[in-house]
């Protein structure tokens, strides 16, 4: 049972527009946590939202956490290539104690 | 960058041969991780460790074993290595437990298995 759903799971754009990833689950998470990775390399964190309703903002990036802290999104605005990569998103629930549990990611592809 | 390497980076083995893959991390943090990744499927935990020699199963641990005989090393076993392990295989520290902790993760093992 895949706990994080994430979606859209690959996007194709052109450089300047506007794309919103997803994450949802029908569990509570204590805390959700967004990852990029690039080809190559680990996963680096980007930001992690703990509150519910929280949003946090990195340059054109805008992380949001649901209400409920069952779902989180990741806005870009005005993309650029050096977006392009894999996001992903995890979580810590009470269950999975110190086990971060991920999403399945969204490859993001950005030409100019 | 935190501090952690991976090794080897790449390694082509075949059907049935053992198979160990090296964490080494200069953080000194308690936690590591051993995560797989395959395509479809996302970053899956294998095992982890909470501390030298003290370690749990993750969601994908069958076929697997894992040992912590010093804070800064993380070992990762195949002990008959079989095609359905073929992954790009990353491990990760983090220094405590509580909903803000940072795992950083390595760059990665790319195994293939024949």
């Known amino acids: 049972t895949q706990l994080l759903e994430q979606s859209p799971q690959f996007l194709s754009i052109q450089e300047g527009e506007n794309l919103t990833v997803y994450c949802n689950s029908s569990s509570v998470f204590s805390s959700l946590q967004w990852y990029r990775q690039e080809p190559g390399e680990g996963p680096v964190l980007l930001v992690t939202v703990v509150t519910g309703g929280e949003v946090k903002k990195l340059k054109r990036l805008t992380f949001q956490f649901g209400d409920a802290r069952k779902d989180s999104s990741l806005h870009i605005t005005a993309a650029q290539p050096g977006d392009t990569g894999l996001y992903l998103c995890a979580g810590y629930t009470q269950q999975a104690g110190t086990a971060l549990i991920f999403g399945k990611g969204t490859t993001l592809s950005v030409s100019s | 960058d935190a501090g952690i390497t991976q090794s080897p980076r790449h390694k082509v083995t075949e059907t049935g041969t053992p198979v160990t893959l090296r964490c080494h991390q200069t953080e000194n943090h308690r936690y590591m991780y051993w995560y797989r990744q395959d395509p479809g499927h996302g970053l899956r935990l294998i095992h982890y460790s909470y501390g030298v020699k003290d370690t749990d199963k993750g969601e994908v641990s069958d076929g697997y074993s894992v040992s912590r005989s010093k804070t800064e090393d993380f070992l990762l076993t195949l002990e008959s290595a079989t095609s359905s392990q073929t992954s790009v295989y990353f491990c990760?520290?983090?220094?405590?437990?509580?909903?803000?902790?940072?795992?950083?993760f390595g760059a990665g093992t790319r195994l293939s298995v024949l």
């Open positions: 990760a520290i983090s220094s405590g437990t509580s909903v803000s902790n940072i795992q950083y």
